[in-house]
């Protein structure tokens, strides 16, 4: 699942911008802003706290 979320949350990382508001808004951002905690972030800040949870280093 890991695995999973971290390919996910990289390929959301290579979007455009206008495709990331898109996509979070029209499927997951408020499941995501739940998750993380991120009420307020731009869709690059989204990711990015995406990303670093289920990649981390």
């Known amino acids: 699942m890991r695995r999973a ?3 996910f949350a990289s390929v959301l990382a290579s979007w455009d911008a206008s ?3 898109e996509f979070l808004l029209g499927v997951t951002i408020s499941s995501l802003e739940n998750h993380l ?3 307020g972030l731009s869709p690059d800040e989204t990711v990015r706290r995406l990303s670093e949870e289920a990649c981390p280093l």
Request: glycine letters at 12%.
């Open 19 to 21: 495709r990331k508001v």
């Open 5 to 7: 979320l971290c390919l």
């Open 37 to 39: 905690g991120a009420r």
